[in-house]
């Protein structure tokens, strides 16, 4: 039985989102159940960039140690133009006497999710976590939410949707999810071949018309790690063809081929693809149900900011559910400062400068795309302009700016 007799809080959905705020809370000493449709933890090889707040947060949670003996620090990040060569670096340890972490922690998503599901297991025992629990049903009334997952019937004091882009949670309230979706798929790709002899730093983006990229180093078994490349593909062209092995060779020689002129075939050890949104829920919350991560919230990956934004939303969503379990506050005034807080920050903050990004990079236009890059190079050049650069880019002032919301 639940402390005081109240129903536990139920959250769908044991990615990354879920997982964080279920730790939030049992550190905290409120139950609650963590309901997830696969039979065990996914293996996602997207997200894997770590921004300076984010850090901050998950180091509060008792994960820096663990993430830092698994991850790459990574205080330096480039723009290139792949004719030209470098146009920019940024460095964080500018940002050394705003946060204790100022580099970016490259650890992929499905490294982030054992660690959280382990400091669980051993310090939050008021969580449990039941795999093969799809939600199916979601029903909400005065006192609290009921749902049906996995043939189970749940009944909680409230309910977290953190069950991803296609939230059953967010359908069951009926909140719209507007935005886009980009035409191009993007790909994926990792090669063992070391792009820092080469003079890539850790994370870097490669901008072109037809030929733009991401460029990330991310960890692996043994040196030099696994480096880790994406770009769009042609919507119209089958995906097995985007996917053969000659095809991604000839792109990545294409993307690469100021840096390695001539290259010869890269060792490559995966290769997917999936298609990117641009979206955001008509509100966070509705009643005792709210949302977070990407059943809120979706973005292309060009700036890391979606799985940041969401462990965001999983740490402010638990400090508004903490306050309410143990001190009674209204749920309704401390879910509507939630709505707040995180809604426009997500618009303003990771929409804006996540669309941006990707423009910058594909713009076709060569007039727009000379004065963006030298308005780059500029930015980068001058003290004060990149360091209200890196306060953006690393999230510092999306922070900021949600805590100074009431």
């Not at 984010?54 to 509060?60: F, I, W, Y």
């Not at 060779?249 to 298609?275: C, E, N, V, W």
């Given at each position: 039985m639940?402390?005081?007799?109240?129903?536990p809080?139920?959250?769908?959905?044991?990615?990354?989102?879920?997982?964080?705020?279920?730790?939030?809370?049992?550190l905290?000493?409120?139950?609650?159940v963590?309901?997830?449709s696969?039979?065990?933890?996914?293996?996602?090889?997207?997200?894997?960039?770590?921004?300076?707040?984010?850090?901050?947060?998950?180091?509060d949670?008792?994960?820096?140690e663990?993430?830092?003996?698994?991850?790459?620090?990574?205080?330096v990040?480039?723009?290139?133009d792949?004719?030209?060569?470098?146009?920019?670096?940024?460095d964080?340890?500018?940002l050394?006497?705003?946060?204790?972490?100022?580099?970016?922690?490259?650890?992929e998503?499905h490294?982030?999710?054992?660690?959280l599901?382990?400091?669980i297991q051993?310090?939050?025992?008021?969580?449990?976590v039941?795999?093969?629990a799809?939600?199916?049903k979601?029903?909400?009334?005065?006192?609290?939410v009921?749902?049906?997952?996995?043939?189970?019937?749940?009944r909680?004091?409230?309910?977290?949707?953190?069950?991803?882009?296609?939230?059953?949670?967010?359908?069951?309230?009926?909140i719209?999810?507007?935005?886009?979706?980009?035409?191009?798929?993007?790909?994926?790709?990792?090669?063992?071949?070391?792009?820092?002899?080469?003079?890539?730093?850790?994370?870097?983006?490669?901008?072109?018309?037809?030929?733009?990229?991401?460029?990330?180093?991310?960890?692996d078994?043994?040196?030099?790690?696994?480096w880790?490349?994406?770009?769009?593909?042609?919507?119209?062209?089958?995906?097995?063809?985007v996917?053969?092995?000659?095809?991604?060779?000839?792109?990545?020689?294409?993307?690469?081929q100021?840096?390695i002129?001539?290259?010869?075939?890269?060792?490559?050890?995966?290769?997917?693809?999936?298609?990117?949104?641009?979206?955001?829920?008509?509100?966070?919350?509705?009643?005792?149900?709210?949302?977070?991560?990407?059943a809120?919230?979706?973005?292309n990956?060009?700036?890391?900011?979606?799985?940041?934004?969401?462990?965001?939303?999983a740490?402010?969503?638990?400090?508004?559910?903490?306050?309410?379990?143990h001190?009674?506050?209204?749920?309704?005034?401390?879910l509507?400062?939630?709505?707040?807080?995180?809604?426009?920050?997500?618009?303003?903050a990771?929409?804006?400068m996540s669309?941006?990004?990707?423009?910058?990079?594909?713009?076709?236009?060569?007039?727009i795309?000379?004065?963006?890059?030298?308005e780059v190079?500029?930015?980068?050049?001058?003290?004060?302009?990149?360091?209200?650069?890196?306060?953006?880019?690393?999230?510092?002032?999306?922070?900021?700016d949600?805590?100074?919301?009431?």
């Amino acid at each position: 039985m639940p402390a005081h007799g109240r129903d536990p809080i139920l959250i769908a959905g044991g990615g990354p989102t879920g997982l964080a705020l279920a730790l939030k809370l049992g550190l905290a000493d409120v139950p609650c159940v963590v309901l997830e449709s696969e039979s065990a933890l996914t293996h996602d090889l997207r997200a894997g960039s770590f921004h300076p707040p984010t850090l901050e947060m998950l180091a509060d949670l008792g994960l820096e140690e663990a993430m830092h003996a698994r991850g790459l620090k990574v205080p330096v990040w480039q723009i290139r133009d792949r004719i030209e060569g470098v146009i920019a670096e940024f460095d964080l340890s500018m940002l050394s006497d705003v946060t204790q972490f100022p580099y970016r922690l490259h650890l992929e998503q499905h490294r982030l999710t054992p660690l959280l599901l382990g400091r669980i297991q051993d310090a939050a025992p008021s969580i449990t976590v039941r795999f093969n629990a799809p939600v199916s049903k979601v029903e909400q009334d005065a006192d609290g939410v009921t749902v049906q997952a996995g043939g189970e019937s749940y009944r909680g004091s409230f309910l977290a949707g953190c069950d991803g882009a296609k939230s059953v949670v967010r359908q069951a309230v009926n909140i719209s999810f507007d935005g886009f979706t980009w035409p191009e798929r993007f790909l994926v790709a990792s090669t063992t071949f070391d792009l820092a002899t080469v003079g890539f730093a850790g994370a870097g983006y490669v901008a072109d018309p037809e030929h733009w990229a991401a460029v990330f180093r991310v960890p692996d078994e043994g040196p030099p790690g696994l480096w880790r490349i994406a770009y769009g593909t042609d919507p119209d062209e089958p995906e097995a063809d985007v996917l053969a092995s000659n095809a991604i060779q000839k792109r990545l020689k294409i993307i690469l081929q100021h840096a390695i002129p001539g290259a010869g075939d890269f060792t490559l050890k995966y290769a997917s693809t999936y298609r990117v949104h641009q979206r955001v829920a008509d509100q966070f919350h509705a009643g005792r149900i709210a949302l977070a991560g990407d059943a809120a919230h979706i973005n292309n990956p060009l700036g890391g900011f979606g799985l940041n934004g969401s462990i965001h939303d999983a740490v402010n969503l638990g400090e508004k559910l903490i306050e309410i379990w143990h001190n009674g506050a209204d749920y309704r005034t401390l879910l509507d400062l939630y709505d707040r807080q995180r809604r426009p920050i997500n618009i303003k903050a990771v929409q804006a400068m996540s669309i941006r990004n990707k423009r910058l990079l594909d713009e076709k236009d060569p007039t727009i795309r000379k004065a963006s890059l030298n308005e780059v190079r500029a930015t980068a050049t001058t003290p004060d302009k990149a360091r209200a650069y890196l306060l953006n880019s690393s999230m510092i002032n999306s922070v900021r700016d949600a805590a100074a919301i009431r």
